[in-house]
């Protein structure tokens, strides 16, 4: 027989013929599956079509934050470009405040009556006419030197001790207690509001530049503002427009009274020292040392610190700290050593 | 009704109503996968949320020979795993009652008549390690090795959570009181 024919012989034998499987093999093809867990099928069973409904809001944000996110970077341009402008303005009026300073501090001639300036701007300075008291003059030191000086002066003559010795130093100088008193009230009530007066220091500078006797015009200044009944400014005047050392020059080279005003007290040096914080001469920085000695590096130092200064100027404006941002420590040491003696005080500004 | 195909094909051309459409499709059943892995609500949505963005932004690279609902929950069960990642700290633990030889095999018979919440809530009770991998293997499909690749673990680890799931499940199942195993001991922290 020809292999063709066994094949034929097979092919019509068994094409088509069916083996149907075993009923134990059927119900083992009916399982889900040979190795499914039960408690994974009740799990599969429980949760196969089960939905949760989302929040409505859900799908808001889905569009908002993620499919048509545009209007929203839109508004972040916006909020971008009004911060920069924001800070660009603080910067330039920070700047302004700061440059105003510094000018009033690099243009040299008398620190000492220019803080007089700023202390009648400032409404718990006292006028010029305490200059004598106090004895300094330092120049070219910068503006926040040169308020401390001035507010340190202030208080050294508010005080009825230092005016004392003062008065025993310079016996000469008859003006110096009498505006002490008259401007002690007006210190007085004005030194709490602080912040809110510091501006007004900073704005006091400037006009200054242009006045040619300081003295004069604080007193005018003061006299158009309200001051304790029965206290005259105005007798001391003519006493003290001779004492304070006449307006300079800007290129003049500065010269430091550490003597009193009255040429006849030449021969007495008067060193006066302002340190920030609190009386400790070794431990804290001298802020001004109002000796014969020239403060010049003082300036300088600070103009590589400008645009720092400026950053800080502006951050300190922004969080409304107005007298801070004028540079102004919070405490200041004058100490002032007078013929041999050595007075000190602290200020609380 | 549109076809899948259809409504992919208007998502990629931008159409707001589509996108919609799809969301509704989806969003119910995907918030419940999301759910089976993250115990807080509010994580699910979350998740629920980053995946649906990420299925609009990848729906470009979807091939259409496979199923688009399968392609969406890997998606979603992916992102329930990130989202599990930074929510809770993946505790891998072990328990002496657990050992799989000790575990009874009897099948669930009135269980199956629980609803799915209940379900749902024997899910969550679940040690986080537990739940992922039981969720994994047994609810998404996930073999072993898979699961040790997205957990970054053991594949005999990863047997081992399953085991003591399914354990702790059938445990709750029959009625069993709340499992002393719930103080677990952390082994993994992925």
């Not at chain 1, 660009?88 to 009556?113: E, H, I, P």
């Not at chain 1, 305490?130 to 070219?140: I, R, S």
Request: hydrophobic content about 40%.
């Amino acid at each position: 027989m020809l292999p063709d024919n066994f094949d034929d012989l097979f092919r019509q034998k068994l094409d088509g013929h069916a083996t149907p499987p075993a009923p134990d093999l059927w119900a083992r093809l009916a399982l889900p599956a040979a190795d499914t867990d039960p408690v994974d099928a009740t799990f599969q069973d429980g949760l196969r079509s089960h939905t949760t409904p989302p929040r409505r809001e859900l799908w808001e944000r889905l569009e908002d934050e993620h499919l048509r996110p545009r209007p929203r970077r839109r508004r972040v341009v916006v909020w971008w470009q009004l911060s920069a402008a924001a800070v660009l303005l603080l910067m330039l009026v920070g700047g302004a405040l700061w440059s105003g300073s510094w000018r009033q501090a690099s243009t040299g001639g008398q620190v000492a009556s220019r803080g007089n300036g700023a202390g009648a701007a400032h409404p718990a300075h006292r006028p010029a006419t305490e200059l004598p008291a106090a004895g300094t003059t330092a120049a070219n030191i910068d503006q926040p030197q040169a308020a401390i000086i001035a507010q340190s002066q202030d208080v050294a003559s508010t005080s009825p001790a230092t005016s004392k010795k003062n008065q025993e130093i310079f016996p000469t100088q008859a003006t110096a207690p009498r505006p002490s008193t008259s401007s002690t009230p007006i210190a007085s009530t004005t030194r709490p509001r602080r912040p809110a007066t510091a501006p007004q220091a900073s704005k006091g500078y400037q006009p200054q530049r242009s006045r040619p006797d300081v003295a004069t015009s604080n007193l005018a200044r003061q006299g158009g503002r309200k001051t304790p009944a029965g206290q005259s400014l105005t007798p001391s005047t003519p006493h003290i427009a001779p004492a304070v050392t006449p307006p300079a020059p800007a290129h003049e080279a500065p010269i430091l009274a550490l003597a009193p005003a009255t040429p006849a007290a030449a021969p007495e040096i008067i060193e006066v020292e302002v340190r920030r914080g609190a009386a400790r001469p070794e431990a804290t920085p001298v802020v001004a040392v109002a000796v014969a000695a020239d403060t010049a590096p003082a300036p300088a130092r600070r103009r590589g610190l400008r645009l720092g200064g400026l950053l800080r100027q502006a951050d300190r404006l922004v969080h409304g700290e107005l007298a801070e941002a004028t540079g102004l420590p919070e405490t200041v040491t004058l100490q002032a050593h007078l013929g041999g003696r050595l007075v000190s005080k602290t200020i609380q500004l | 009704m549109t076809s899948d195909a259809d409504l992919i094909a208007a998502c990629l051309r931008g159409d707001p109503r589509a996108q919609r459409q799809l969301y509704n499709q989806f969003a119910g059943l995907m918030l419940t996968v999301c759910r089976r892995y993250l115990r807080r609500q509010e994580d699910a949505e979350e998740a629920l949320l980053l995946g649906f963005a990420k299925v609009f932004r990848a729906l470009p690279t979807f091939r259409q020979d496979g199923s688009f609902e399968g392609w969406v929950r890997r998606i979603m069960v992916n992102e329930a795993l990130m989202e599990l990642r930074r929510r809770e700290p993946l505790h891998l633990s072990f328990e002496d009652f657990a050992q799989p030889e000790n575990l009874a095999s009897t099948p669930a018979t009135a269980d199956t008549q629980l609803q799915a919440e209940e379900l749902m809530a024997l899910l969550q009770e679940l040690p986080v390690g537990y739940r992922t991998v039981f969720n994994l293997y047994a609810l998404e499909g996930y073999s072993h090795a898979e699961i040790a690749e997205a957990l970054g673990i053991s594949e005999g680890t990863s047997k081992s959570q399953l085991s003591k799931a399914r354990a702790m499940l059938q445990r709750r199942l029959n009625g069993g009181g709340r499992p002393a195993e719930r103080a677990a001991v952390p082994m993994y922290n992925f």
